[in-house]
Every structure is written in C-alpha cells, then in structure tokens.
C-alpha cells in the first residue's frame, strides 16, 4: 500500500503564483490530503477559512499580490489550524508573533512541508 503521509487531512493553500499554486497543490494531493484552494489573496484565503467546515493545515505566501498574509494567519491561530510559510522572503519578514511558524524558503521544499503538516 503506498503512504499517504496527509491522508483524512485538509489544507488550504494560500499561493498567488499559479504555477507554484498548482505544483503545491498536486504534491500535497498526492501525499494524501483533501486541498481547499488555492486562494491567490487574503480575502480569498479567509473566504475559503470561513466556508471550511474544518482544515488540518495551511501552507501560506507570505505576501499575495503585494499584501501581508497575517491576518489571515491571526485568523488560523483563532480557529487553531497550524500552518507552515512558504515564501520567497527572509524570516525577518514574518511577525515575531509567528515566529514558532515553520518558515519555508521557495522554491518549496515539498517533502518538508508534508512532514511537517503531518506532524502538526
């Protein structure tokens, strides 16, 4: 039987590249998990945060289209939903409130990102 490290997992995805979007959301389907996304905006990502009957995880950008994803990551602590940054940006970007974040440098290192949701 193959492994499916995020099997009866949900994830969102929160990515405005879409050709990273895509590429992360077929890996993470792959390994498993039901994905709900990708939202390629803030808006868009707390559209599909409030429409979810429950999410596993999420992997967020941390800038989508030139706006800060944190407040859809405030948004996430509320409702307890752990979440990994992939992102082009340094650490030193990210809040010091979400600094316990995993923090990932793209291009995404996808079997990180699995683990790590499948450890959370």
Request: glycine share 4%; charged share 20%.
């Amino acid at each position: 039987m193959t492994d499916l490290p995020l099997r009866n997992r949900t994830i969102l995805v929160v990515e405005d590249e879409y050709m990273l979007a895509e590429e992360l959301c077929t890996n993470l389907a792959e390994a498993g998990a039901s994905i709900v996304g990708p939202a390629a905006t803030v808006a868009a990502g707390l559209a599909l945060l409030h429409a979810a009957a429950h999410l596993d995880g999420a992997v967020l950008d941390v800038s989508l289209r030139g706006e800060p994803v944190f407040d859809l990551a405030d948004a996430l602590v509320l409702r307890h939903v752990p979440f990994v940054f992939a992102t082009g940006y340094d650490v030193a970007a990210i809040p010091e409130r979400f600094q316990s974040a995993r923090h990932f440098q793209k291009p995404v290192p996808i079997a990180k990102i699995v683990a790590t949701l499948r450890n959370r």
